[in-house]
């Protein structure tokens, strides 16, 4: 099976490139930033206080993260069996998101899930350690990245377009705190793998982000 590896920070436009890449050969797309958050989730819900690794890896035992798949190829994660949906979009989830994915066990807990999409189905699956973690042997792995602001900017967009009402100073500066969290943790940091071909995005727009990747596959897949 082929497996494409999209790694990078947030905001560096990896689920619009996975996306786009998965449409135009034909694979699965998957968003393994989506189960994290919905650890994050549950944990909010439930009140767990998500800074204590060992609350947090006590009520694992208590949920199931699974990812489902409609007739339009579009990625649903279902918590304890019902679709998380749009909830797991917001800034708060994605703090809660990052400090859950600093825990060993939540790593482990979401390994298998992310491993078993690639047993029957070529994939392109975005996230922070798919080249070094998950698929150390990915055919393609890239390491997308952009400039603080450019990515901050991006997200920005994105979260008022949702209706979240909240600054660009302060999406910048979250995003660079998780940043700093997801690259320095222990487990699996969000490191380039040594083997990944980094592209910089800064200034691109989506379409020239699609056609440097696409350039970058075909040429490692040979086709
Ligand atoms: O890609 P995202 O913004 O949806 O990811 C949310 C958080 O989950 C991010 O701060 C880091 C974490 N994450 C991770 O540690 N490993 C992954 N493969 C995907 C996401």
């Not at 995003?175 to 487990?187: G, V």
Request: proline share 3%.
């Amino acid at each position: 099976m082929i497996k494409i590896a999209i790694d990078g920070p947030s905001g560096s436009g990896k689920s619009t490139l996975a996306r786009s890449l998965a449409k135009r050969y034909g694979y699965v797309y998957v968003d393994t930033g989506a189960l994290y958050r919905t650890v994050g989730l549950y944990m909010l819900q439930c009140g767990v206080d998500i800074k204590s690794s060992v609350s947090v890896a006590e009520n694992l035992k208590n949920i199931s993260v699974e990812l489902k798949y409609d007739e339009n190829g579009m990625q649903h994660v279902l918590l304890n069996g019902a679709d998380v949906g749009e909830s797991i979009r917001t800034s708060e989830i994605s703090a809660a998101a990052s400090a859950v994915s600093a825990i060993p066990e939540v790593r482990a807990f979401l390994l298998d899930t992310q491993r078993k999409m690639a047993e029957n189905n070529n994939v392109v699956m975005d996230g922070r350690d798919i080249g070094t973690v998950i698929f150390p042997d990915a055919q393609v792995k890239i390491f997308l990245t952009a400039g603080n602001l450019a990515r901050a900017e991006r997200r920005h967009k994105e979260l008022t377009e949702k209706g979240e009402n909240i600054t660009l100073e302060k999406v910048l500066s979250d995003m660079e705190s998780r940043d700093k969290s997801d690259r320095s943790r222990k487990e699996a940091p969000a490191i380039p793998a040594q083997d990944a071909v980094i592209l910089d995005n800064s200034g691109f727009e989506p379409e020239d982000t699609l056609r440097a990747a696409c350039d970058i596959i075909n040429k490692k897949l040979g086709i």
